[in-house]
């Protein structure tokens, strides 16, 4: 599903963790060296990208067993009909192909859904995962996607996209010209929420098999490299409140935590690459506060700490 358009705008230091063109490709800049960061619980392996133990292979099998019974599609909550397709959770392109022989992922989440309703959300997906690319650089997840991403390049693929990517990058913002070490970069702010979500239902369904609405306003933030997660983070953070999970952290781990005291608030946080941190707090789909019931969640919010164009 394309967004409608809308887009917002960050800026960032370029000799910081930033991102800076050259010629006719973006680079990152070689700043200071960003440790990993993790979030909740303590991981007990010490690899990003560590073998499963017997419990997680106990857990994948009993996943297979409920998965061969869901008889509906999360994407539209329709009863499944062919032609079906496999739709991965997160999506698959988040795992580089370098990545996926080496450490043989055969444990990536998919759901059974239409081929109709999965196709529509590829542009989208391509969208989501280029957009980041010049942020993740690293971490060993986030080197072998930016390597997968030049790799492609030199093919001639992908090259439309890239170059809308790179379009995004911007020295001047509103007439006013930025400072040397200052770089803005626009991000289509419907597209990026309505993949939020999407994964967000994904992973929901998986567990509960449950059908959230196609439609929900998500309150978002995105923190690069180098930037200060968001308060509402480290305070839930601090808290304990998050656990990590996700059977290959080291590419895609996430966390979920709900406050019934606040009309059932849920708090997401996603870790992409070992190097970006995403959170998405929203009220539950079965809120019946005033703003849910009257107005209804339409239009997704800016991101933290950007502006609407």
Not at 230 to 253: H, Q, W
Request: charge should be neutral; charged fraction near 25%; include cysteine.
């Amino acid at each position: 599903m394309q967004g409608s358009g809308a887009r917002i705008e960050a800026l960032f230091p370029t000799y910081s963790q930033g991102a800076y063109l050259d010629s006719d490709i973006i680079h990152q800049s070689g700043g200071a060296t960003m440790q990993p960061r993790e979030f909740g619980t303590k991981r007990t392996c010490k690899s990003e990208n560590r073998v499963q133990s017997k419990d997680e292979s106990q857990a994948a099998r009993i996943e297979l067993k409920t998965r061969k019974a869901i008889s509906i599609c999360y994407l539209c909550g329709e009863p499944l009909r062919n032609p079906r397709d496999d739709d991965h959770v997160p999506p698959k392109q988040f795992y580089a192909r370098s990545l996926r022989r080496k450490y043989k992922t055969t444990n990536l989440l998919t759901l059974p859904t239409h081929r109709a309703c999965n196709n529509a959300w590829k542009l989208d997906e391509e969208y989501f995962v280029q957009s980041l690319v010049p942020f993740v650089r690293g971490s060993e997840a986030g080197d072998a996607l930016w390597r997968h991403t030049f790799d492609k390049l030199h093919k001639g693929q992908g090259v439309a996209l890239v170059m809308q990517v790179k379009q995004e990058f911007m020295r001047e913002v509103g007439g006013v010209i930025l400072p040397a070490n200052v770089i803005a970069k626009r991000f289509d702010a419907d597209r990026l929420h309505d993949v939020l979500w999407k994964i967000i239902r994904g992973l929901h369904f998986s567990d509960t098999q449950e059908v959230w609405p196609e439609r929900w306003t998500l309150a978002v933030t995105i923190t690069l490299p180098g930037q200060q997660p968001p308060d509402a983070f480290l305070a839930i953070t601090n808290e304990s409140l998050l656990k990590t999970r996700g059977p290959y952290p080291g590419v895609f781990a996430y966390s979920d935590h709900v406050f019934p005291d606040v009309n059932n608030l849920h708090f997401w946080a996603m870790l992409l690459w070992n190097r970006i941190i995403v959170t998405a707090a929203f009220h539950d789909p079965h809120c019946e506060c005033e703003h849910c019931t009257f107005i209804g969640p339409v239009f997704p919010e800016p991101l933290s700490g950007t502006r609407m164009l």
